[in-house]
Structures are given as C-alpha cells and as structure tokens.
C-alpha cells in the first residue's frame, strides 16, 4: 500500500532553533500534502493544506510566519517551525494524497523544546 | 462545518470482554467513514473504513458500520486482547476544493488489562 515517511521522528532542540520535519511519499506523488498537530491526550488538529508548487493554506490560528510549509515537489514536503519555543513541543504528523484519494499519514516526529 | 463526536476515554476493559466505542457524525453531502489506530509513540494506522451508508468495514476482528440513518460509526469488537490497548480515532473524509478533507474526533483510549 502506500507508504509516507517522515524524519525525524523525535527531535529535541534548544529554545529558539528552528526546526525542519520532513514528509516523503515513497510509491506515489502527492498532489496534496497535510501537516496535523496533536497535542496531548487531544485529538489530530488540522495545521495547513499545501498543494505541489503553491502555496500552503494555513488553517485559522496557525502563524503561517511561525511554521512554514515547502511543497516543492510531488514526494516531498517540509515544516519547518522557526524560532521554536517550549509551546511549539507537539506532536506533528504529515499526510499525503493523490488527486481525490484516501489521506495516507507519516509516522509522526515528536518535537520537544527544551 | 463537518464534525466527529466520539466518547471521551479512557475506557478499561478485561481481557477477552466486549468493545463498543460510539462515533457520530456531522456531514453535508456522502462522507467516508474511518476508525484510525495509534499506538503509544506511533503515528495513525488505518484500521477500517466504509465509503457508503451500510456498509460494513472490518479488520483484525474489529467492525463498525456506516448508518447514515443515526449517523453513526461505532467501533465494535467481540474479544479484545492486550495489545489492543491503543488510542482510537473516528473520522470522515469529505470533498473539500478538490481532495479529502479529514476531520477528527478527539480520540478514545482504549487500555485492556489481563
């Protein structure tokens, strides 16, 4: 079936780093990839939508300046989560699509600011 | 907008007991249905699904059916085992400007004791 890889899966970081998480389709190309952020003991929150070569669409409440989404290509796209403070420590899980297909979701990387 | 109301955990059961976890939903037009699974540390697994109403979706011993009559989705299972002990998560997918669009219900944890 398939499959969505996303590196790192657990990064811990100094306040203030920024930090980059990676979404691959290994065995298809994704039109549309997603970024989810679950915070404890919730549920997946929608953080952004982005479509190869566009720009992402950012979900109300989300700082666009804050995480920044790169969708550069069909297989890959990147968070990156600027100066990232303690709040910012989540959970953040990728999911990728193909046209109007089932959601296929990343593995998840846990992001810890120290 | 669509939403997913599942019952908040966590729910404790023995071994081998019965497993019903109730799902609802709110949707405009056909969703599809999901029971994803996460196990601790992991990211989400799809466990079944069902595209239309009365339709039977069924894994690893688990089934929910789709009633678009209740609009519900409720996740059953005859005979629950230790390693079922999960977090599980109901959700819909709907068209939205061209892909699925996933929305979430909080999560049920689930904790199977010998």
């Known amino acids: 079936g398939a499959v969505v890889s996303q590196h790192p899966s657990r990064v811990i970081c100094k306040s203030g780093t920024s930090v980059k998480i990676e979404c691959r389709s290994l065995?298809?190309?994704?039109?549309?990839m997603f970024w989810y952020r679950q915070f404890p003991k919730q549920s997946l929150m929608l953080m952004a939508t982005?479509?190869?070569?566009?720009?992402?669409?950012?979900e109300q409440g989300v700082e666009k300046d804050k995480f920044l989404i790169n969708h550069a290509s069909l297989t890959l796209s990147t968070l990156t989560v600027t100066s990232a403070h303690p709040e910012d420590s989540s959970f953040y899980i990728c999911?990728?699509?193909?046209?109007?297909?089932?959601?296929?979701f990343g593995d998840g990387t846990r992001l810890s600011i120290l | 907008g669509d939403s997913v109301t599942q019952m908040e955990g966590p729910v404790t059961l023995s071994e081998e007991a019965f497993l019903t976890i109730n799902c609802t939903y709110t949707?405009?037009?056909?969703?599809?249905l999901f029971w994803y699974v996460q196990y601790p540390g992991e990211g989400l697994q799809l466990l079944l699904k069902?595209?239309?109403?009365?339709d039977k979706g069924s894994n690893k011993g688990f089934e929910a059916t789709y009633r678009k009559e209740t609009t519900s989705f409720h996740l059953e299972k005859g005979s629950v085992q230790v390693s079922d002990s999960a977090v599980y998560f109901c959700?819909?997918?709907?068209?939205?400007?061209?892909?699925?669009?996933?929305?979430f219900g909080i999560g049920t944890k689930l904790q199977v004791i010998p």
């Open positions: 999911s990728a699509t193909q046209s109007n297909q089932p959601q296929h």
């Open positions: 065995d298809f190309q994704a039109t549309t």
């Open positions: 982005s479509n190869e070569g566009s720009k992402a669409t950012y």
């Open positions: 949707a405009t037009g056909y969703p599809s």
């Open positions: 069902a595209t239309k109403a009365d």
């Open positions: 959700a819909l997918s709907a068209n939205s400007g061209g892909y699925q669009k996933v929305t």
